[in-house]
Nanobody
Framework: VQLQASGGGLVQTGGSLSLSCAAS????????MGWFRQAPGKEREFVAV????????RYADSVKGRFTISKDIAKNTVYLQMNSLKPEDTAVYYC?????????????????WGQGTQVTVSS
């Protein structure tokens, strides 16, 4: 599975950005796609995930109520709508996927990764 992320950019505090990630392979069954981020000097961390069959979602506490993950099954694409952005959201955002719906927030359990896309929030 190849993942192609797009979106990101520079926005002021309080602004919004949208990311998208398209998967090359057909997605079905126990499949999940998520977003992770890595700020300079920090480890990569979980942001949000969605399961393909049920549409169940999980969010990091730091983004709950501000970020929304969604999917378009026909397009094999996952989206991350980011609102009320803060400077601490600045990071390289990565999409990831796996054929499993357990341990959804465990970064080590993801087999497929897209290239990162930079999100910068200015204060």
């Amino acid at each position: 599975v190849q993942l192609q992320a797009s979106g990101g950019g520079l926005v002021q505090t309080g602004g919004s950005l949208s990311l998208s990630c398209a998967a090359s392979a057909r997605t079905a069954g126990s499949y999940a796609m998520g977003w992770f981020r890595q700020a300079p000097g920090k480890e990569r961390e979980f942001v949000a995930v969605i399961t393909w069959s049920s549409g169940s979602t999980r969010y990091a506490d730091s983004v709950k109520g501000r970020f929304t993950i969604s999917k378009d099954i026909a397009k094999n694409t996952v989206y991350l709508q980011m609102n009320s952005l803060k400077p601490e959201d600045t990071a390289v955002y990565y999409c990831a996927a796996k054929y499993s719906t357990i341990q959804l927030m465990d970064i080590k359990s993801y087999s497929y990764w897209g290239q990162g896309t930079q999100v910068t929030v200015s204060s």
